[in-house]
């Protein structure tokens, strides 16, 4: 991946990192508002060039912690202070020091970091969970040193991800100040709503762009549990609605999976224009070798 792409800080899953050069190159030149109705980790509204940028998600963690970053990002001491609480739970951060014994990286060759943060994540993750007020900042580290870097909460409401094999590492690093550099000087606004509120909220005018990237009908992920055909419908027909305005979107969307189709995306994408993209699709319940097919849908040229 050429350094002229931007990583989300979140390292969200699915996000478009190694798909957003060739996704892009689709967009309109010159876009006024840029308008995500699943911002996710925000990838791409990060390397997508725009005057203004409105962006939501349903998941109000997501949202909160982009509140966090885009606060605390530009704060002088930020670093700092994340790293306070790094070292207060003794977890691995290679970006300042490496403080992993040897013995342990010899034992587990490939999972020392796992091991090594096992003791201080689940303190942490203890402590977050007696919390009444929740600390979006310890709950960003929980995400960065949590298995896959997922946000996931049982049904008392206490996160439950385990420990992933990972680190606060120079790519955190640089992803939190590409982050703020981006988002400095930007007119970003962030909204927590049903996808359909969110668009039917905004007042679309000349050069405004909408990219979509909802949950995927026929796959597995944590987050495609949220979708239903009612939902991939309801959101189909808000988008002939905006082409009947002339509103310009390009929605992502996987075709086909292991054997299984959407039919009733691919039924309606044949009224538009149709780019077939390399495929970034990652399920945390079947790493098998599977057939996918992903696609990009744009009702311009």
Known sequence: MTLDIIRSPMFYVGDKYRLIKEIKEYFPKDIETFVEPFVGGGTVFLNTKAKNYILNDIDTNVYKLHLFLQKNSIRDG????????????????????????????????????????????????????????????????????????????????????????VDFNKNVLLALKNYSDFSKDKNIEFHNLDFKIFVQKHTFKDKDFIYLDPPYLITFSEYNKIWSEEKE??????????????????ISNITHYKGRVNTIFVEWMSK??????????????????????????MNYE
């Not at 419908?233 to 390009?250: C, S, T």
């Open 78 to 165: 930020f670093i700092e202070e994340l790293l306070s609480y790094i070292k207060k739970y003794n977890l691995s951060r290679s970006f300042l020091e490496d403080i992993v014994p040897q013995e342990l990286k010899q034992k587990h060759k490939k999972t020392y970091y796992a091991h090594f943060n096992k003791e201080g994540y689940a303190k942490l993750k203890n402590d977050f969970n007696k919390l009444k007020k929740k600390s979006d900042l310890l709950l960003y580290l929980l995400l960065i040193y949590g298995f896959n870097r997922m946000i996931r909460f049982n049904s008392k409401g206490d996160f439950n991800v385990p420990v992933g094999n």
């Open 272 to 297: 538009y224009f149709v780019k077939k993209v390399k495929s970034n699709y990652i399920s945390y319940h079947d790493n098998s070798i599977k057939k996918i097919e992903e696609v990009l849908v």
């Open 233 to 250: 419908m309801e959101l189909l027909e808000l988008l002939d609605d905006l082409d009947k305005k002339n509103i310009k979107f390009a």
